[in-house]
């Protein structure tokens, strides 16, 4: 197979149907269509095999932050991956990971100091999850073992994290594989399950979340959340305190506080952790996405003395966190993360954000009127646009009637990549995304909205 770029695009689609299985696809569909082959990435661009270029509305997956193939980056790897390529954390320490874990602990919420490695963001909520009950075994509260969730929350794909999770057309399938949780209403104030509104409420989710904390709270390990912002859900932005209550409310009930930063870490949200904009600081908070700036799969589960000391005793005493993947703390990933964090710097990257958020926010005002647009919801810079069918009553979209699905394909005709989240579109770009970039994609999302819904 010398000579990779010998190989047609044809070839390279025939394959690609024949062997690749792809996440979250229906591949009866997938195998059907015609499919776009990406091969080069340049700044916020994808490009494809036929030289034709996408802007990568979606970040990638919502992992990249400078731009692809940035050449900083590609340096810190090329350097590094002449130094080593891998050793392991199991009995031995490495150089990168010792750096970027003290660099880290410097930028996360004060005292959260003790990093735990693995690669993704479904791994680190995992630890999280295991890390918060063994804590409260340690304490002697072995029966503390459930959780407190929210509906909508996502925070990953394997058992464990599905089962904090609360879509449902993702997670029923599995349910009786996961372990049950108390679920509380999500701040989703656009189809409010108390049917409350913003303006009035008072939060009054947070009574039900109290309520459900007051009857439980002797047999709960911990809280989970998506500080801000639950992506997955449908980029659902919580009102300004939400998060700032719900730690007061684990403080009062001694509930470890669980944050999965996972998306909205590494300046997404407009600071660097969604945490910081109510100087909020959880007992465990899962970092992945953003970190290695999109190039490499690294994630990490970040604690305070106060959890990770519980775990300290002689070996025989079996408190050693029984947990660890094979790539943890990657010393290329770790290279690139260090570097990361210096072009944070370097470009005054988060200062530079706040221009573009208000651009973002001035452009999606243009959508408010249009005639499908039912809810529209901003978090830094990431973004929702809820496309409903009736727009007074607010009654959604038949999901079988893939709107969402329909739209991006319009935009990818147009040269946008976007991946929608049920009837919701998402925008999510590379926090470098310049001006005109962004106002393409604003553009082009809208056209591709009115084409499919008026
Ligand atoms: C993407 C995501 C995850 C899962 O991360 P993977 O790397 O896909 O396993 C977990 N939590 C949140 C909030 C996410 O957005």
């Known amino acids: 197979m010398a000579g990779t770029n010998l190989i047609t695009t044809e070839q390279l689609r025939l394959w690609d149907k024949r062997h690749v299985w792809h996440p979250f696809t229906q591949m009866q569909e997938w195998e059907r269509d015609t499919q776009i082959i990406i091969v080069k990435g340049e700044g916020c661009w994808l490009i494809?095999?036929?030289?034709?270029?996408?802007?990568?509305?979606?970040?990638?997956?919502?992992?990249?932050?400078?731009?692809?193939?940035?050449?900083?980056?590609?340096?810190?790897?090329?350097?590094q991956v002449d130094r080593l390529e891998h050793s392991t954390l199991l009995g031995l320490a490495s150089e990168q990971s010792i750096?970027?874990?003290?660099r880290l602990a410097e930028i996360t919420p004060p005292g959260l100091d003790r990093f735990f490695y693995s690669d993704n963001g479904s791994t680190a909520m995992e630890v999280a999850v295991k890390m918060a009950y063994q804590y409260q075994v340690h304490l002697g509260r072995p029966e503390r073992s459930r959780f407190i969730t929210f509906k909508n929350a996502y925070h990953g794909d394997t058992l464990g994290a599905v089962s904090v999770g609360g879509i449902e057309i993702y997670h029923t399938t599995f349910k009786p594989l996961m372990f049950e949780t108390l679920q509380a209403p999500a701040p989703y104030c656009y189809r409010c399950e108390l049917g409350c509104s913003r303006d009035s409420c008072n939060m009054k989710c947070l009574d039900s979340l109290e309520t459900l904390i007051e009857r439980n709270a002797g047999q709960v390990a911990g809280l989970v959340i998506e500080p801000l912002l639950q992506g997955a859900g449908g980029m659902i932005v919580q009102p300004a305190g939400f998060l700032k209550r719900v730690r007061e409310l684990c403080d009062r009930y001694d509930l470890l506080m669980i944050a999965d930063e996972v998306a909205t870490g590494f300046g997404r949200t407009g600071e660097m952790f969604a945490?910081?904009?109510?100087?909020?600081v959880p007992d465990i908070m899962a970092i992945s996405k953003g970190i290695a700036a999109g190039y490499l799969p690294l994630a990490a589960t970040v604690t305070v003395d106060k959890v990770y000391s519980a775990?300290?005793?002689?070996?025989?005493?079996?408190?050693?966190?029984?947990?660890?993947?094979?790539?943890?703390g990657n010393p290329l990933a770790c290279a690139v993360a260090l570097k990361s964090l210096d072009l944070f710097q370097q470009d005054n990257l988060l200062?530079?954000?706040?221009?573009?958020?208000a651009r973002l926010k001035q452009g999606l005002a243009d959508f408010a009127s249009m005639s499908h647009v039912g809810d529209i919801r901003q978090c830094g810079l990431a973004a929702g646009i809820e496309l409903v069918e009736d727009r007074d009553a607010g009654t959604p979209y038949p999901w079988e009637q893939k709107i969402g699905i329909r739209v991006c394909q319009e935009a990818r005709k147009r040269g946008v990549f976007s991946r929608p989240l049920g009837n919701t579109i998402v925008i999510f770009p590379p926090l470098v995304v310049s001006d005109s970039e962004l106002d393409m994609l604003l553009r082009v999302l809208q056209e591709s909205i009115r084409v499919v819904t008026e």
């Not at 775990?311 to 943890?328: C, N, Q, R, S, V």
Request: with cysteine; net charge negative; charged share 25%.
């Open 48 to 79: 494809d095999t036929d030289g034709k270029r996408y802007l990568d509305g979606v970040a990638s997956m919502w992992t990249n932050v400078h731009g692809h193939c940035r050449r900083e980056l590609n340096d810190a790897l090329k350097e």
């Open 99 to 102: 750096i970027l874990a003290a």
């Open 275 to 280: 945490c910081n904009h109510e100087s909020v």
């Open 311 to 328: 775990f300290l005793g002689e070996y025989a005493e079996l408190k050693t966190f029984f947990h660890g993947h094979t790539f943890t």
């Open 351 to 357: 200062e530079e954000l706040q221009p573009k958020i």
